[in-house]
Nanobody, 115 residues
């Protein structure tokens, strides 16, 4: 069983930066896909970035060049560095682990970008 807990959200002005963290418990074995998703009010949840065990990282066009996903396996942490934030980045951000055993989601962390 894997549990995910996000943190690091908050209120930031446009052009600012935030780093989201996702702490996971349990073990994540290959094959897997880790990722960040977001859901804005009244909209469907959308992919921000995914990273697979085969080394393929995919970013949504809307965040390319601004967001960077990274991991610290020793600390069991996944990060999302968000730079040059825009008001349209406002959403609840979720960490997700897609494993053979199933799909696991965190509870989400709110990011609000003011103009």
């Amino acid at each position: 069983q894997v549990q995910l807990v996000e943190s690091g959200g908050g209120l930031v002005q446009a052009g600012g930066s935030l780093r989201l963290s996702c702490a996971y418990s349990g073990d994540i074995f290959s094959p897997y896909v880790l990722g960040w998703f977001r859901q804005a009010p009244g909209k469907q949840r959308e992919l921000v970035v995914t990273d697979s065990s085969v080394g393929a990282t995919a970013y949504a066009d809307s965040v390319k060049g601004r967001f960077t996903m990274s991991r610290d396996n020793a600390k069991k942490m996944v990060y999302l560095q968000m730079n040059s934030l825009k008001p349209e980045d406002t959403a609840v951000y979720y960490c997700r682990a897609h494993l053979i055993g199933g799909d696991y989601w965190g509870q989400g962390t709110q990011v609000t970008v003011s103009s």
